[in-house]
């Protein structure tokens, strides 16, 4: 073979190659489209769901039968069905999911009539909640979908549980399954986003937090992650019902009734300003729903009945000399300290790695004897000891109420003489920090010299 040959028959061959890569990219492309096209139609039928019109054109569409034909038979098991409907226990759905149960029909169309009947479905109840807020748009999209949890989304079914319509939730329930109890929506009366239970529990409307609560599901919506970690609808219930009232300590039970241990007693350090008004709890304070019923004893043994505890009682447990600090008693301090047995090196795990004097740093509001007294007993080791977070309890203190300002109490003032005397020191990197913020904080304001900069908006 000539080397003329040669390389003509070498560009064939590499042009063979790249027709047949290019082949394999579209069989590629076109099985991916089929892959994909299920999860293209349902957004595309979602979107126009609301308008029966638009949803009965996009079915007789060519588009979605060819796609239909393409993709094949499909043979409908009651698994399948299920995980097209949800738990959805309508009549009519009941009756749609017997009549199909084991045929062979495409996806798509089947994904279509589903749309439709459950769309026929609601309706009626949609036409009613859109003329009762004529202002407030949204369309309908299914649970399970991935702008299932957007803001704004299944505002009627929301709307239903803040004022108390019973019967128009469970509706809703029979046409879209429990999942709907997840979607989040506006909540007039607070002006913002929350789920139906948080709704409902709001509106104190117990025989929807009690139907709600019986979901089997309903645990996904028991944190509220907008308000921060740790703060469930146990905590909202406490902060926002009436706790002296009858319907106030009925839904308080039910939500224990129906709750884990685990979430009885999840720890937050969210706080309003109810909280502060009507409890010892104090901004910045770890806490409990236990903790925040220590004014209505009805409600503590209601909290006690299903497990519930304090944040003392979690984080402390049996520590004598922990307990003394969180109560300030100084009396039992005294008493505790005079014991050489007493290791003050020890830390609390479930409290960031606490030792006494983070405690008595963090805690203390009506005395600095405490402080006094631990910073006598302990070594250099202990009083600049770090907890899990790499804070001494110099740090812990500037950090509980940033005593760099002249906003400081005296008492804090005077912990801080005592800490830095007995050698105390403070993490370098975090007093960078706290000075930059103030930095920021007080440019404008004259009364902190330090920090003021008449000319900052021009920097």
């Known amino acids: 073979m000539t080397s003329v040959a040669f390389e003509s028959a070498k560009r064939h061959a590499a042009m063979n190659v790249k027709k047949s890569e290019e082949m394999l990219q579209q069989y590629q492309g076109i099985n991916m489209l089929k892959k994909v096209a299920p999860v293209l139609f349902v957004n595309i039928i979602e979107y126009t769901a609301y308008d029966a019109n638009a949803l009965k054109t996009l079915i007789l569409t ?37 009549n199909n149960l084991n045929s062979v029909k495409p996806y798509l169309k089947m994904l279509c009539d589903a749309m439709f009947l459950r769309f026929k479905l609601i309706q009626p109840m ?9 202002a407030l748009k949204w369309p309908i999209n299914a649970p399970g979908s991935s702008t299932e949890n957007e803001p704004g989304l299944f505002q009627p079914f929301v709307i239903a549980c803040e004022k108390g319509r ?20 506006y909540l007039q009366k607070m002006r913002i986003d929350g789920s139906g239970l948080y709704a409902a529990i709001l509106g104190e409307h117990y025989y929807i937090v009690k139907y709600l609560m019986k979901c089997d599901s309903i645990e996904k919506s028991f944190f509220l992650e907008d308000e921060g970690e740790g703060y469930t609808v146990l905590h909202h219930a406490m902060t926002e019902v009436n706790l002296e009232g009858l319907r ?3 839904i308080v039970k039910i939500l224990c009734k129906n709750m884990h241990v685990s979430f009885i007693n999840a720890i937050t350090d969210v706080i309003t300003d109810r909280q502060i008004d009507g409890t010892s709890i104090l901004p910045g304070m770890r806490h409990t729903a236990l903790d925040l019923a220590e004014d209505y004893d009805d409600v503590e043994d209601i909290i006690r009945r299903y497990g519930g505890k304090t944040y003392q009682e979690l984080a402390i447990g049996q520590n004598e000399l922990f307990n003394a600090i969180w109560n300030e008693d100084v009396k039992k301090c005294k008493e505790l300290l005079g014991n050489n047995s007493i290791d003050l090196s020890s830390v609390c795990k479930e409290h960031f790695n606490y030792n006494a004097l983070h405690f008595a740093a963090k805690f203390n509001y009506e005395t600095t004897e405490i402080v006094e007294l631990l910073c006598e007993k302990m070594d250099l080791s202990m ?41 105390g020191i403070e993490d370098p990197a975090y007093a960078k920090i706290v000075e930059e913020r103030n930095a920021r904080r007080y440019k404008d304001d004259e009364r902190y010299p330090q920090y003021y900069d008449p000319n900052w908006y021009l920097r």
């Open 248 to 250: 106030g300590k009925k």
């Open 166 to 185: 019973l019967r128009d939730v469970k509706h809703f329930v029979s046409i879209f399954g429990e999942s709907i109890i997840h979607t989040i929506g």
């Open 383 to 423: 009083i600049n000891q770090r907890n899990s977070g790499s804070m001494t309890p110099l740090d812990i203190l500037i950090e509980r109420n940033d005593i760099w300002s002249w906003e400081a109490s005296d008492l804090e003032i005077g912990m801080r003489k005592i800490l830095e005397e007995n050698g």
């Open 126 to 134: 949609m036409k009613k909640y859109q003329i009762e807020n004529a």
């Open 62 to 98: 060519s588009v979605v039968k060819q796609f239909a034909s393409a993709m094949g038979p499909f043979e409908w098991d009651q698994s399948k069905l299920d995980k097209l409907f949800g738990i959805a226990d309508h009549g009519q759905i009941v009756s749609f999911k017997s």
